[in-house]
T-cell receptor, first 115, second 116 residues
Framework: DAGITQSPRHKVTETGTPVTLRCHQT?????MYWYRQDPGHGLRLIHY???????DKGEVSDGYSVSRSKTEDFLLTLESATSSQTSVYFC??????????????FGPGTRLTVL | AQSVTQPDIHITVSEGASLELRCNYS??????LFWYVQSPGQGLQLLLK??????LVQGIKGFEAEFKRSQSSFNLRKPSVHWSDAAEYFC??????????????FGTGTLLAVQP
């Protein structure tokens, strides 16, 4: 299995509070992704990174920001959490962004509940 | 628009029976196709992938999938299901997105239950 960890694994927070999720990889892969998984929607891309300090938006990026100061860490921040952001969040990594053939490997997920 | 459809939300099969999970995609260029499996409370594990060449692809755990361009399909099959195969299965297509070429578009998943 690819060396990907996510922290925390579970979190319950209140509406309006900031939340940061961390993805850590030991594979030295260049590309990292944040997805959210919701029933009936599969997984949807929030943000992705193609290198240190290089990030871009995915299809459901509103209300989320990301940062990548080191190759191994990719942070997802909810500046002011809302109930609609209750979801399971997955981090993924891949080695070759330039190729659609490259496989993405997924972390174990973080279950976030916003009350 | 690029999309992936998994028409079966939930399937139940008996242990030892054969399995086929359907996946249809909509994508203008040559698709790069993936099947992932997710056990309860776990992340996604890659079962197999198709990039080019032989349209019948072998994966892990005895799974295979066949790419049929004429039908825009990439169905997953297993000849004999084991109880440990109970999980949710996701089909995905690798697609271009902005300047990136490595975005995955997922189907909504098929939940497989296995009866003893």
């Amino acid at each position: 299995d690819a060396g990907i960890t996510q922290s925390p694994r579970h979190k319950v927070t209140e509406t309006g509070t900031p939340v940061t999720l961390r993805c850590h990889q030991t594979e030295n892969h260049r590309y990292m992704y944040w997805y959210r998984q919701d029933p009936g929607h599969g997984l949807r891309l929030i943000h992705y990174s193609y290198g240190v300090k290089d990030t871009d938006k995915g299809e459901v990026s509103d209300g989320y920001s990301v940062s990548r100061s080191k190759t191994e860490d990719f942070l997802l921040t909810l500046e002011s959490a809302t109930s609609s952001q209750t979801s399971v969040y997955f981090c993924a990594i891949s080695g070759d962004y330039a190729s659609s053939t490259d496989t993405q490997y997924f972390g174990p997920g973080t279950r976030l509940t916003v009350l | 628009a690029q999309s992936v459809t998994q028409p079966d939300i939930h399937i139940t099969v008996s242990e030892g029976a054969s399995l086929e999970l359907r996946c249809n995609y909509s994508y203008g260029a040559t698709p790069y196709l993936f099947w992932y499996v997710q056990s309860p409370g776990q992340g996604l594990q890659l079962l197999l992938k198709y990039f080019s060449g032989d349209t019948l692809v072998q994966g892990i755990k005895g799974f295979e999938a066949e790419f049929k361009r004429s039908q825009s399909s990439f169905n997953l099959r297993k000849p004999s299901v084991h109880w440990s195969d109970a999980a949710e299965y996701f089909c995905a297509v690798g697609a271009e997105y902005g300047g990136a070429t490595n975005k995955l578009i997922f189907g909504t998943g098929t939940l497989l239950a296995v009866q003893p």
